[in-house]
């Protein structure tokens, strides 16, 4: 059986105006018992701006699930997806309410087995403003959440429960942002990835996992490499895509009705340039809604 994670630090609490409206930590889709006596419970968080959430977002969780079936140590037993505060500062954020309602849309449309916990995007300060939360706390609390609150998973017999082990699931370029410690301080990693770990897809249109993982050899224990397909699919292409009327390819159909109905993503560069850089809002400069229904992939 896989080692256990112990918890470095104290769970964050609660704090009291955590959120705007009425919020339960969702675990309707947590699978409580294990299948497999000889593993360990594995729970998956993808932490992102999901801004919108594309069909490669949800893929993330197929593919892993892909991988994971066929080690020897772990039985996925929950996957969530957790969007990130409007405090985080990307020009390319819509509210958090909106990247919220798209992902339980595509979650519904899909029919997929993946769970929004809401937490970390609503969370406030006292004075009612979003609050950021760095990466290794949202899994700190998801771990107090499933495992000190919930009590952790099931053995195959029930006779008793385990802690099940909380994974980070992002692509391959968020991992190479990692070396830069101005970015993610060493002390952020040694909890996200020295005491949880992390499943990095493969994201060959924009780095090679090899290249991005070799600076955090130190923590090659607790990372695993999840393979993928040639694939350009991301959030900017689909924005660029809505700005400048062109079939929208890589949404599921329900969220890209939802942003045609919200009137998301209309303002910005006209000229395609997918560079994250490239992606500031511009006020005022509203191009028309495209008029085409998308072709939504099945994959
Ligand atoms: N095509 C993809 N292949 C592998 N990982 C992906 C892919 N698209 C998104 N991800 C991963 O999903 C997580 C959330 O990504 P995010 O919401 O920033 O989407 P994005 O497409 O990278 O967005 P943007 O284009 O706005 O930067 C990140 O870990 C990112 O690496
Ligand atoms: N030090 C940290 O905890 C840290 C640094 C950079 C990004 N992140 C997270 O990584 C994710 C990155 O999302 P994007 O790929 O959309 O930028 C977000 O969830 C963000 O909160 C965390």
Not at 35 to 49: E, H, M, N, Q, Y
Not at 70 to 98: M, Q, W
Not at 223 to 237: A, T, W
Not at 239 to 268: C, F, M, N
């Amino acid at each position: 059986m896989a080692e256990q994670p112990t918890l470095a630090r104290t769970p964050l609490p609660e704090p009291k105006q955590a959120h705007a409206g009425y919020y339960a930590f969702p675990h309707d889709k947590l699978r409580r018992r294990l299948r497999d006596a000889r593993k360990t419970p594995l729970v998956l968080v993808a932490c992102g701006s999901f801004s919108p959430i594309t069909t490669l977002h949800l893929q993330l969780f197929e593919l892993a699930d892909h991988y994971v079936e066929r080690t020897t140590d772990f039985e996925i037993v929950g996957n969530y997806l957790s969007p990130c505060s409007d405090n985080y500062g990307k020009p390319s954020l819509v509210a958090a309410e909106h990247r919220i309602n798209m992902c339980k849309l595509a979650i519904e449309e899909r029919n997929s087995n993946v769970m929004v916990d809401e937490w970390e995007a609503l969370r406030r300060d006292e004075a009612g403003n979003p609050l950021y939360t760095p990466t290794p706390d949202v899994l700190e609390r998801l771990d107090h959440q499933i495992n000190d609150i919930l009590g952790g998973i099931e053995t195959s017999d029930g006779s008793t429960a385990v802690r099940a082990r909380i994974m980070l699931l992002i692509g391959a370029d968020l991992a190479q942002t990692m070396a830069d410690p101005e970015i993610w301080p060493p002390a952020h990693l040694d909890v996200l990835l020295g005491i949880y770990g992390a499943l990095i897809v493969e994201r060959p249109s924009q780095c090679d996992v090899e290249q991005a993982i070799l600076p955090l050899k130190k923590y090659h224990d607790k990372i695993r490499v999840v393979p993928s397909f040639d694939n350009d699919v991301s959030s900017s292409k689909v924005r660029a895509q809505i700005r400048t009327g062109e079939s929208v390819l890589d949404l599921p159909e329900s969220v890209y009705e939802y942003i045609l109905a919200h009137k998301l993503y209309r303002d910005g560069p006209l000229n395609r340039d997918l560079s994250k850089d490239a992606d500031k809002v511009i006020d005022g400069d509203a191009t028309p809604a495209p008029t085409r229904p998308p072709v939504a992939s099945n994959g």
